[in-house]
């Protein structure tokens, strides 16, 4: 059952109001991120790291399990600490999938929503049940602790919203948390990015147009880098290059290299084709094709707390910040 939880229907409107008014011009130049010399608040890569942390505490994040509840109740609980119990709702929804009906929920929260420009960022919050590629054959039916591959994502939107509570933006921020991307076997792509396409197919606010988005996958490893994804490149080529520009000039250079990196299909491809909404994916892979775009910690147990980095969800949240308060006019 798809349902939105009424006590939002204020909330919902204030938005669409915002994102269907924005006066043309300032729709124009949205992927320019000139220094504007503003002051920008301190991002803890620490804090972030305590996010991923307590995630894994719960146990892999599954659909259909206690461990699933139990984030979701975390994540709802500390995103409405920080924006406001009025400005966070679920996107409740169900699939049948494999036999199995799994009840899901996409977790939106917004920031200065009487702004009327607005951007949105986003990652998925669920584990994958599988771990496909363990080099253990007797575990690969167990679910990924999800540490790097999911929970990094999610950790520094969580100290975003933090710092967003705390700093009021210039511009309206929402952010985004999606269910179920990684359910589907491998090569069974009908079963992937299932909040995304929710989301996409079932807008909880239509009309909603910001000025673009941003996916954070895979964004918390210590040895991560981050070539320019060929579907992000795709949809949105100036967003993608005006990011990686921003991130070049923090001294990120050598994690954000100026190359063409793999085509992967993530949740932004299911916005760029559903919804039109210029989305880019920040997402750790290299070059290569098949086996060898993902590190060797992908869809295995090895994906754990061991692999993740402050300094890596530091980096990754600094950008996000300095985009935020200091490069959108």
């Not at 009424?6 to 991120?33: D, H, M, Q, W, Y």
């Not at 979701?72 to 406001?84: E, K, P, Q, S, V």
């Not at 990652?123 to 054959?137: K, L, Y």
Request: charged fraction near 25%; hydrophobic fraction near 40%.
């Amino acid at each position: 059952m798809k349902k939105v939880n009424n006590t939002i229907i204020v909330f919902l409107l204030l938005i669409v109001t915002a994102a269907c008014t924005s006066e043309p011009e300032k729709r124009e130049g949205i992927f320019v991120f000139d220094e504007l010399n503003r002051q920008i608040p301190v991002f803890s890569g620490d804090s972030a790291y305590t996010n991923v942390q307590k995630q894994l505490e719960f146990g892999p994040r599954v659909p259909g399990t206690q461990s699933h509840t139990d984030t979701r109740n975390f994540l709802i609980n500390t995103l409405r600490d920080r924006a406001g119990r009025r400005n966070v709702f679920t996107q409740d929804f169900s699939r049948t999938i494999y036999g199995d009906t799994l009840q899901m929920s996409n977790i939106i929260a917004a920031f200065n929503l009487e702004a009327a420009d607005r951007i949105f960022l986003c990652a998925h919050w669920d584990t994958r049940p599988r771990a496909d590629r363990d080099p253990d054959i007797t575990r690969r039916n167990e679910p990924i602790p999800g540490a790097d591959d999911g929970a990094s994502g999610v950790a520094v939107l969580l100290e975003i919203a933090r710092i967003l509570a705390e700093n009021p933006p210039p511009i309206g921020v929402d952010l985004v948390l999606f269910d179920g991307e990684d359910y589907g076997r491998e090569g069974d792509l009908q079963y992937y990015f299932l909040g995304a396409r929710e989301w996409a197919e079932n807008p909880p606010v239509p009309g909603y147009r910001p000025r673009f988005g941003i996916l954070l996958d895979m964004v918390g490893a210590k040895d991560a880098v981050f070539p320019k994804e060929l579907y992000s490149l795709t949809y949105a080529r100036p967003l993608v290059d005006g990011v990686w520009e921003v991130a070049s000039g923090l001294g990120y250079g050598n994690k954000f290299p100026d190359i063409r990196g793999a085509a992967i299909s993530d949740d932004h491809v299911v916005i760029n084709e559903k919804l039109g909404i210029p989305t880019i994916n920040i997402i750790h892979h290299n070059r290569g094709s098949g086996d060898s775009v993902f590190p060797e910690y992908w869809h295995t147990h090895a994906d754990n707390l061991d692999i993740i980095s402050e300094e890596t969800l530091g980096m990754i949240g600094h950008i996000l910040t300095e985009i935020i308060y200091n490069r959108i006019k």
